[in-house]
């Protein structure tokens, strides 16, 4: 049997990239694994057919992040398949923004709207389907706290902004026994960062130079260390920005 056998998990965004890894990570160690996904649900399908082939059990949800309601319309779904919910993986976000002299009022309100606003309210509309004893982990970014992509400063204040309601909904949380924490990555192998590392014949290797390990990170990276802090073993860590960009901040 997995570590999480028996508990319910709900990761957003986890059609693809980092979430699908989490997502199929969760899986792995037994949990059922609510896939949410905001377009694509063939990709969607193809995580929950991962996660089953695996011998584990998974379901799609749809919801679209950023639309009016759209907490409560995740909610909905969701519950047509679970009564409950142990592990809440805020994962979805738009992972780029133009830079201060191009970004327009509408850009900058759609990825507060995604990134900020939607997890406060999945958080808001789960309060009830979360479990007493329960994990909630937040997916920040190393941007949040260095200056490497400056260009990226409105991504990077949703980030932040997150991070503070780490902080302060464990203190909320903590007498149920939930724990909360923000786990940011760095420089990651998704189809968000494909420009980035396969845009030039150098791109890959600047990269990699970023990390104190000399490599770019994989989605597996992040998902292990989203699994410990699901598991018993995180039992005592809360309030916490837990560093996983692989020593990109040193």
């Given amino acids: 049997?997995?570590?999480?056998?028996?508990?319910?998990?709900?990761?957003?965004?986890?059609?693809?990239?980092?979430?699908?890894?989490?997502?199929?990570?969760?899986?792995?160690?037994?949990?059922?694994?609510?896939?949410?996904?905001?377009?694509?649900?063939?990709?969607?399908?193809?995580?929950?057919?991962?996660?089953?082939?695996?011998?584990?059990?998974?379901?799609?949800?749809?919801?679209?992040?950023?639309?009016?309601?759209?907490?409560?319309?995740?909610?909905?779904?969701?519950?047509?398949?679970?009564?409950?919910?142990?592990?809440?993986?805020?994962?979805?976000?738009?992972?780029?923004?133009?830079?201060?002299?191009?970004?327009?009022?509408?850009?900058?309100?759609?990825?507060?709207?995604?990134?900020?606003?939607?997890?406060?309210?999945?958080?808001?509309?789960?309060?009830?389907?979360?479990?007493?004893?329960?994990?909630?982990?937040?997916?920040?970014?190393?941007?949040?706290?260095?200056?490497?992509f400056p260009h990226l400063i409105a991504y990077a204040m949703t980030k932040g902004a997150l991070d503070v309601f780490s902080r302060d909904l464990s203190k909320v949380l903590g007498a149920r026994g939930i724990t909360v924490n923000s786990l940011a990555p760095g420089i990651v192998d998704t189809d968000n960062t494909a420009e980035l590392l396969y845009g030039t014949t150098d791109g890959w290797a600047k990269a990699a130079a970023i990390s104190a390990l000399g490599r770019v990170g994989e989605t597996a990276d992040i998902a292990d260390a989203v699994a410990f802090l699901a598991s018993d073993q995180g039992r005592w860590v809360t309030g916490h920005w837990m560093d996983a960009t692989g020593g990109s901040l040193t």
């Fill in 1 to 148: 049997m997995g570590v999480l056998t028996g508990r319910t998990a709900l990761v957003t965004g986890a059609s693809r990239g980092i979430g699908r890894g989490i997502a199929e990570r969760l899986g792995r160690d037994g949990a059922r694994v609510g896939v949410h996904y905001g377009r694509s649900e063939a990709a969607a399908k193809e995580t929950v057919a991962t996660i089953e082939a695996a011998g584990g059990s998974a379901f799609a949800i749809h919801a679209e992040l950023g639309a009016p309601r759209d907490a409560a319309a995740l909610w909905e779904e969701f519950d047509r398949h679970a009564d409950g919910v142990d592990i809440l993986v805020n994962n979805a976000g738009i992972g780029t923004t133009p830079p201060i002299e191009e970004i327009d009022e509408e850009t900058y309100d759609q990825v507060f709207a995604v990134n900020v606003k939607a997890p406060f309210f999945i958080v808001r509309h789960g309060l009830e389907r979360l479990r007493d004893g329960g994990r909630v982990v937040n997916i920040s970014s190393g941007l949040a706290r260095a200056a490497a």
